[in-house]
């Protein structure tokens, strides 16, 4: 989710594409009495970061940051322009899945920033919403069916129309960013380095941790998008009780 939340941060001008934020391992919500805060996977901190370098480390505390600056209505209205939290148009059927909401009172975005919410998304839902931000903002339904030919070939019957059924804007410089941060995770460095040391051409990926709830293990989600520079693939897998999306 964070490369969501790193889009809509962005294009709202919440954070510029050189910002750093100082990761210290825990993040405080400003003025709550109460302590709320998040931590990060990393509880020592990564230091100060860039959002590029926030995505391939999966940094809890710059997008709990992003979620703040945001609010939850602001990255909802992303999540669905990305096709999260509703159907797809897939020929079989499929279920909406549902966005983060909150009761009144409440300020969950610092930690919906980071998936941490009650989000409910479908693999196709998640790689077809990697599909849209590496086509820079535009949104296709999902079809099983391409084209009908003729019996011997000879024609084509029917062609699926290929039209976006949304589209919102993307600038250049934020999907570098994010297809950079997403990028090095692949790279020597990058967590998934190793597994993509033979890949025959340049991926972005991002891995997830989808947690249910404590006494069920999490289920681990992974998604990637290819070629780099010319994208024409986006994949999207989740293993039930796989624990994390880099195993």
């Known amino acids: 989710f964070k490369p969501c939340t790193a889009v809509a941060a962005l294009e709202e001008g919440k954070v510029s ?145 290929s039209k976006p059924s949304n589209t919102f804007d993307i600038s250049p410089s934020t999907l570098k960013a994010v297809k950079e941060g997403m990028r090095g995770l692949t790279t020597p460095g990058g967590s998934l380095a190793s597994y993509f040391a033979d890949c025959v051409v340049d991926a972005g990926a991002k891995t997830g941790t989808a947690q249910i709830s404590k006494k069920i293990k999490n289920n681990g989600v992974f998604v990637c998008f290819a070629p780099y520079d010319d994208p024409q693939i986006a994949l999207a897998i989740v293993i039930e009780k796989g624990s994390s999306g880099a195993a």
């Open 17 to 161: 594409v050189s910002e750093k934020i100082n990761d210290t391992g825990c993040w405080y919500y400003p003025g709550a009495a109460t302590g709320d805060h998040a931590w990060c996977w990393n509880r020592s901190g990564h230091g100060r970061l860039n959002v590029s370098q926030a995505i391939t480390n999966s940094c809890n505390y710059f997008f709990a940051e992003m979620g703040y600056r945001l609010g939850l209505d602001t990255l909802n209205q992303y999540a669905s322009n990305f096709g999260l939290g509703k159907k797809t148009g897939i020929e079989i059927g499929d279920v909406p899945g549902a966005l983060a909401q909150e009761e009144p009172g409440q300020d969950l975005a610092p930690w919906a920033a980071f998936g941490q919410a009650n989000y409910l998304f479908t693999p196709l839902q998640l790689a077809n919403y990697i599909a849209t931000l590496v086509d820079g903002g535009k949104h296709y339904d999902a079809h099983l069916l391409k084209s009908v030919k003729s019996y011997d070939n000879s024609g084509v019957l029917y062609a699926e129309e």
